[in-house]
């Protein structure tokens, strides 16, 4: 049984709510007095950039049912631009970010186009080629790219003259950052949470669990699979814009294929399907191959013997295993669990119609793809009925 | 619908974040660092990185032998010149060799001059390859830490131990970044030492130059690091490809007075071009042609059509400027054809076992090939007398090291430098200081025993920014085809120190 229970749109209910959002938003916000150090709070930033970039994966990923591994190469493709631009030619961090999106658009959707024909594994592997190819391209036109001594601009971003942070100080440049990085990347979080909840997400999850009978309700699947796929590729292009303005500097080796395939690592890890699993998965994405390097640093029984450090990536692996045995719906799984124990929402029954039978909602959450594994059961229906008449 | 339901998810997983990270708080390097124990664990053998970037000095064989130092006792540099050092009429200035000025007020407020330097220690840091593909190179810092316990143990650096504390890196430039930040951050390290890779280097130097983190002796061949004008406080140590490509030209401008036509196959990154435009830019003004480039991308199966294309010009000399198998191919591409140039190879294919056996295999031999040395190797016969070897070889054993890996070596000529460094700063006015090593960084001066005998090394503030600028050709000689042959040296030692100057040069060269 939950501790507590909650009727929907009731003023308790609407409190509980506020006062998440409200601690919710004072977290983001107070992070980087929370990190201190300036290297802690560019691993934030990093966070939210590839928490970002992790919640475009997951639009394709978890929504549309399209499995892309060549996400890597339009981060890079979208730091490239950014970092190009603000290296040689002298725009601003911000000028970058629209181009960016619309390069980058434009690559996935001209990628989405074969993944109208191919489904599973073999679109996995024509995505892992761009991922593949990223890195050789760079290489290849190195006079325009930096070529494997990458990218970098000295000139950094830094507080404008009305925010009370100071640019002079250690502190100040970063944290602007951190909360430009933030804004950015929560604006795309509502954007992509709005329109999952929309016709359009609605459209996307119909033709990813049945194809034929999204088609038969009216839904434009190759409009809806390349566009989406272009949406990603686009929002994933400025979590790599976003990447440049943490760190300026870009270089072959950071987008390439382990990028797209430690994304899709975090990605279940997170949470598939579930917009804000990607926030999980960025906190994952950053801190757990850091901590396992560090960790195996300091290992008595290994450390300080030559290649001990080697093991940090044995480390990195189990941990991953171990975290699929133990939350195989990943972190959002685990977190809805946790909130059915403490929390439960009943539907207002003022909602229902007059004749409806009692509605029983278990403590169990529902799975992210229920309808994907098991045909619907005639309760589910009722429950559809009745619950979707707001 | 449940309009609201990941709210509740979102704020618990936020503090659980927050928390996570909390708990990982300072990370406690493990004080003395990576040194003194048994070698079984490591994959070891450090592999010549193809982007050019880390390469070791070790690997090359020579039989040019002849240990020029006579030295006794313990292997190490001399006490310090006293020559520079703090302005008697301005503490905030502290002047070296040629020009070259600290200013400290232009450091940030809270610098601190004497960080990480007590009366017992001197801590320095590097970021590092510990694990993936390159964790090889991690030997590199075990043989850099095992040569500053025995300097330890015969004075160190009056009275003081060098502690080098590593964290790994992956040679991920982001993550160099980051390691690099916290070390900037902690407010415990003198200076930086050996840092690897290009990238990783250009990644974190304009922060340390802000920061006023002497970044010394970076292990990567890149020009930048003769940048004393922008950069101050970043210094390189190896022999850059620009560099090695001019004594290729020097070398040629001998045997060939009468000049000669150049054909080069090229491995097209950075690494490659540098090649290119060294020798382009040694070549002006005298008889010798480069008459054609043939570029090879980094994952090429091989360079058969380069070589169709060299041959095609039918130029007097070769240049082999990949790394690699690159370079056994190429060898054994001219030594089954009919064309005969005379072949120059990068240095950094001079491992026998890595890139002349397989030719053994193949019933070729790669004779007469050249290639520049610049340092000493341990494991070659001519060089068992030697003082910094035989230190070496008891150093190692009495570590419990594979003396025979020679990444350790290399560890010990970044180490040597390192020591003099701050030997030479100790004795300067203001005495052991971080601008006062840094002044010392512009002031090397002593000749290093790693080198070849003959060979010196040196910085002269704004004057020259380069440490080791020359080198001895050498020709690979078999007397049995079965067998590994030897390099013998051709020619007089080519000593081009002080010639290059700085990064101005480099860039306008372009």
Redesign the interface.
């Known amino acids: 049984m939950a501790l507590v229970t909650l009727t929907?749109r009731t003023p308790a209910h609407r409190a509980y709510?506020t006062i998440?959002?409200v601690?919710?938003i004072a977290?983001?916000l107070y992070?980087p007095w929370?990190?201190d150090?300036?290297?802690?709070i560019?691993?934030?930033t990093?966070?939210v950039c590839y928490a970002v970039a992790i919640m475009a994966l997951n639009l394709v990923i978890g929504f549309s049912g399209q499995i892309s591994l060549g996400h890597s190469a339009f981060v890079g493709l979208g730091a490239y631009t950014t970092i190009i631009l603000v290296a040689d030619h002298n725009w601003s961090y911000f000028s970058t970010i629209p181009l960016a999106f619309v390069l980058t658009f434009a690559c996935g959707f001209l990628i989405g186009l074969p993944a109208l024909r191919i489904r599973g594994l073999y679109l996995a592997v024509v995505t892992l080629a761009a991922a593949t190819v990223f890195p050789?391209l760079v290489?290849?036109y190195?006079d325009f790219t930096g070529?494997?001594?990458?990218k970098?601009s000295?000139s950094r971003l830094l507080p404008p003259d009305w925010s009370p942070l100071d640019p002079k100080s250690?502190f100040g440049p970063v944290a602007y950052r951190y909360f430009l990085c933030l804004f950015i990347g929560a604006l795309l979080f509502v954007v992509a949470?709005n329109l999952m909840?929309s016709r359009v997400g609605r459209a996307l999850i119909a033709q990813r669990d049945n194809q034929t009978s999204a088609a038969t309700s009216g839904v434009n699947l190759p409009v809806y699979r390349t566009l989406i796929f272009g949406l990603s590729a686009g929002i994933a292009g400025i979590a790599g814009s976003l990447l440049m303005i943490e760190?300026p500097?870009a270089?072959d080796?950071?987008f390439g294929v382990n990028l797209a395939i430690f994304m899709v690592v975090a990605l279940v890890l997170g949470g598939i399907a579930?917009?804000?699993g990607a926030?999980?998965a960025g906190?994952i994405f950053v801190?757990v191959p850091?901590?396992t390097?560090?960790w195996?640093?300091?290992i008595s029984w290994?450390?300080?013997?030559?290649?001990?450090?080697?093991?940090?990536?044995v480390f990195y692996g189990l941990l991953l295993i171990v975290f699929i045995f133990v939350l195989p719906g990943g972190?959002?799984d685990g977190?809805?669990r946790?909130?059915a124990r403490l929390?439960k929402?009943i539907p207002n029954p003022v909602w229902l119609p007059k004749d409806h039978a009692e509605v029983v909602i278990g403590d169990e959450p529902a799975s992210p793809f229920p309808e994907m594994v098991t045909e619907p059961t005639d309760s589910d229906l009722t429950a559809t009925t009745t619950?979707?008449s707001? | 619908?449940?309009k609201?339901?990941?709210?509740?998810?979102?704020?618990?997983?936020?503090?659980?974040?927050?928390i996570?990270?909390?708990c990982?708080g300072d990370?406690?390097?493990?004080g003395?660092?990576?040194?003194?124990?048994?070698?079984t664990?490591?994959?070891?053998t450090a592999t010549t990185a193809a982007?050019?970037?880390a390469t070791t000095a070790g690997g090359a064989t020579t039989s040019a032998g002849a240990s020029g130092s006579t030295q006794e006792g313990p292997v190490i540099p001399a006490a310090g010149s006293g020559k520079y050092g703090q302005d008697p009429n301005n503490k905030n200035l502290y002047v070296g060799p040629s020009g070259f000025q600290i200013d400290t007020t232009k450091c940030?407020s809270d610098w601190n001059i004497n960080q990480g330097i007590t009366n017992s220690e001197i801590d320095v840091f590097a970021s590092y390859?510990?694990?993936?593909p390159l964790?090889g190179f991690?030997?590199l810092y075990?043989g850099m830490q095992a040569y500053y316990d025995y300097v330890a143990q015969n004075g160190g650096i009056d009275g003081r131990k060098i502690v080098l504390t590593g964290?790994?890196d992956?040679?991920?430039?982001?993550?160099t970044?980051?390691n690099s930040?916290?070390a900037?951050?902690a407010n415990k390290y003198a200076a930086f030492n050996t840092m690897l890779g290009?990238?990783n280097n250009?990644?974190i130097w304009?922060d340390t130059n802000r920061e006023c983190m002497p970044q010394l002796l970076n292990g990567t061949g890149?020009a930048q690091w003769g940048d004393v004008e922008n950069h101050p406080w970043t210094t390189g140590m190896q022999l850059d490809y620009f560099s090695e490509a001019g004594l290729w030209v020097s070398w040629l401008k001998q045997k060939f007075p009468n000049g000669a036509k150049v054909a080069s196959i090229t491995f097209?990154?950075?690494?490659g071009?540098s090649y290119v435009k060294g020798f382009k830019h040694y070549i002006q003004g005298t008889n010798i042609q480069l008459v054609g480039d043939f570029d090879h991308?980094?994952?090429a199966p091989n360079i058969d059509n380069q070589y169709t294309s060299a041959a095609a010009t039918n130029a007097d000399v070769l240049l082999l400027q990949t790394t690699g198998t690159y370079c056994t191919q190429g060898m054994a591409d001219v030594e089954k054809g009919s064309w005969h140039p005379t072949v120059i190879m990068s240095g950094t294919c001079g491992s026998l076992n890595q890139f002349f056996q397989p030719l053994i295999q193949e019933g070729l031999t790669g004779k007469n090939t050249y290639l520049i040395q610049t340092f000493k190797d341990p494991n070659d016969p001519a060089n068992a007398n030697d003082p910094i070897v035989t230190t070496y070889k008891q150093v190692m054993q009495k570590a419990g090291?594979d003396a025979t890996k020679t990444t350790y070596f290399t560890g010990f000529i970044f180490a040597w430098f390192m020591t003099e460094i701050l030997k030479e700063a100790a004795s300067y006015k203001g005495g052991l200081n971080r601008a006062n090593i840094m002044l010392a960084a512009r002031a090397i001066q002593q000749t290093n025993p790693t080198l070849i005998a003959g060979l010196q090394s040196k910085m002269d503030g704004l004057k020259d920014a380069y440490l080791t600028e020359g080198g001895q050709m050498v020709k690979y000689n078999v007397t049995d085809p079965k067998q590994l042959g030897t390099f013998v040296p051709d020619g007089p030692l080519i000593n081009n120190e002080g010639k290059l100057g700085t990064y101005a040069t480099v860039s306008k060269s372009g």
């Not at chain 1, 290994?302 to 990536?313: F, K, Q, V, Y």
């Not at chain 2, 609201?4 to 927050?18: D, F, I």
């Not at chain 2, 992956?170 to 993550?175: E, G, H, K, R």
């Open positions: 929907e709510q998440f959002w601690l919710g977290m983001l992070i929370f990190a150090k300036p290297a802690r560019d691993q934030f990093q966070v050789t290489l290849k190195g070529g494997p001594n990458g970098q000295s250690r949470r909840r760190t500097q270089t080796t950071k579930s917009i804000p926030i999980p906190l801190f850091y901590y390097r560090n195996s640093d300091n290994l450390g300080n013997r030559p290649g001990a450090g080697a093991i940090s990536g972190v959002m977190i809805h946790v909130k929390i929402v619950r979707g707001e | 619908m449940k609201h339901r990941w709210v509740v998810p979102t704020t618990l997983l936020v503090s659980a974040g927050l996570a990270a909390a990982g990370n406690k390097s493990s003395g660092a990576a040194a003194t124990t048994t070698a664990t490591a994959a070891a982007a050019g970037a940030p390859p510990k694990s993936g964790a991690a030997l075990d964290k790994d992956q040679y991920a430039p982001a993550s970044k980051t930040d916290e900037l951050a290009t990238p250009l990644g304009d890149a097209n990154n950075d690494f071009q991308d980094p994952t090291l």
